[in-house]
Structures are given as C-alpha cells and as structure tokens.
C-alpha cells in the first residue's frame, strides 16, 4: 500500500483536456521520513511510522522524543503517524515524496474536521424542524421530546444511548474516499486531487491509495 502525509494548502481549480473545470483540493505532499519501521518479530505486527515537518522550538523537545528521531538519523517531526504495512521494503531514514502518487489513481484522505462548536440539531444532525406556520409556538429548531414513557426511548425508559441530540459539532477523525489524482507535481511536492477533503487550510492529512479503486 502506498501511503504519505501532507498538510491541506487550499483548493483551486484547473481544465481538463477538454476545457471542463475540476475543483481540486491542493495537498503539500511530503517529503516524509521514515522514523521506524515495526516488524512482526520485534513489535509483534508490521508498520511503517513517517514523520513530517521538523520541529522549530527545540526548547519545547522532550528528550525522549529527539532519542527516537536521532534513531532515524533525523530531527523530531511535528506529525508523526503509522501505517500498517509490509515493512520489509523500509529502513529507518528513508525519505518519501509525492513522486509515490505517479501510477495512483484514487486515494482516501484522513484529516481533522473544522471544529463547529455547540450546534442544534438542525444543524448537527439535518433536522427538520416543525413548521413556521401561523400559530406555532416558538420551538421551530428544537429538538421535540427526548425521552417519553415507551420502551424504545432506553433502559428504564431513559434516553437511549446515541440519542441525537444538540453537542458539540466537528474536530473529529473523517476519511474521504475515492478521491481522483489530477497532478502530481513532485518537484515542488504537490499533489491535487478532486473534489473537498477534511480539515482547514495548514492542517495535517494522511493520504493512502484507495482500497475500493483503482
């Protein structure tokens, strides 16, 4: 599997052969390097961990964490993340780039959703909400009953674990499948792919080659 971590620069867009517009999401793809690789002998299961982006402050370094980079024979990075994979074909130090993504087609992205804060319903969770009619009382957005006397509503006629209701909205893990490889521009370590991805502009992805296409 081949896989590589970037950080989101922003979306754009560029034409296609025939003139017609694709919105693409720009990825700052590596270079990344290897800082350990976990063997089925040692660590009981096969992966590759890959960092990106050194540290600047090395005043805010615990010691721990510039013994495991000097292991490398590199600096500490500020996203580390491991990938289960063969690791046979790895070595501690190696550097990976975009040029990875040349014979890809698809790959699946992993980023940080924005963080939305306290929502409703409505938005949360697409509510409908009752309706604005004449009369209405004012409970347009709100959730209606959470917990009435039925079997259904959870133990003990309490609210049901997961019962959707308003919370904390975002920040959370997603992974977008399937996305399309438009450019792959290694001399500047770039790679644009289709369509929206997770996360806000500067934020760490972790990109894969698709598992469902190819």
Do not use: W
């Amino acid at each position: 599997m081949t896989m590589l971590l970037g950080k989101k620069v922003g979306m754009t867009r560029v034409y296609d052969e025939n003139g017609v517009i694709i919105p693409v999401t720009v990825i700052q793809a590596g270079p990344c390097v290897v800082t350990q690789v976990r063997t089925e002998e040692v660590d009981g299961y096969s992966a590759v961990q890959l960092g990106l982006d050194d540290v600047v402050k090395h005043s805010r370094l615990k010691k721990p964490a510039i013994g495991h980079a000097a292991k490398a024979n590199t600096v500490p990075k500020r996203f580390v993340r491991e990938f289960r994979v063969n690791a046979t074909e790895y070595a501690a130090g190696d550097e990976l780039n975009v040029g990875v993504f040349e014979d890809i087609k698809y790959v699946d992205v992993t980023g940080i959703s924005k963080g939305k804060g306290f929502a409703g319903v409505m938005k949360r969770h697409n509510f409908k909400g009752m309706d604005a009619s004449h009369g209405c009382e004012r409970k347009h957005r709100h959730p209606g009953s959470i917990a009435s006397n039925s079997g259904s509503a959870g133990k003990s006629r309490g609210i049901r674990k997961g019962k959707r209701m308003g919370g904390h909205m975002g920040d959370e893990q997603c992974t977008s499948k399937n996305h399309k490889v438009v450019e792959v521009d290694v001399e500047n370590n770039l790679l644009l792919v289709k369509g929206p991805i997770a996360g806000c502009n500067n934020g760490y992805v972790m990109l894969k080659q698709a598992k469902t296409k190819s």
